[in-house]
């Protein structure tokens, strides 16, 4: 028996998101350097986080999350990137509060949320 209420799995806190995705996050970044950006692993993760990333925003924006271009997050990714999503644009993901003195939720390129979202859902979750 699982001492998890039922509907855990199917609505998960905010907490329980963001740990997810924080998890996911430092994995995925580990199994790039460790495999490349094109292992089979490394795509699984990478997807595995911009789902959690989505259901976050569905669930959670733009009350407790909200998309925001990150202008610095270019140059970082240059020195660490270099597959396809090297200096491509980033959405952060930005918490409304910290939890746990997490402040955000990674990044999500442009392109994907282009691609995962819908337009009117960009547009409502993100913040200038």
């Given amino acids: ?3 998890l209420p039922d ?14 995705i924080v998890a996911i996050n430092h994995a995925w970044k ?17 997807n595995l986080k911009t789902r959690s990333q989505v259901r976050l925003l569905r669930n959670y924006a733009p009350e407790k999350v909200y998309l925001k271009i990150d202008e610095q997050a270019l140059e970082t990714s240059l020195e660490v990137d270099h597959d396809l999503e090297t200096g491509e644009p980033l959405y952060g993901l930005i918490l409304q509060k910290p939890i746990n003195g997490v402040t955000d939720a990674a990044h999500l390129p442009v392109r994907v949320a282009q691609e995962v979202l819908s337009e009117s859902e960009i547009k409502r979750f993100t913040q200038n």
Avoid: D, K, W, Y
């Fill in 7 to 20: 509907n855990c799995l199917l609505q998960p806190s905010l907490e329980q998101l963001l740990a997810e």
């Fill in 30 to 46: 580990e199994a790039r350097l460790m495999f490349g950006s094109s292992a089979g692993l490394t795509v699984s993760l990478r």
């Fill in 1 to 3: 028996m699982s001492s």
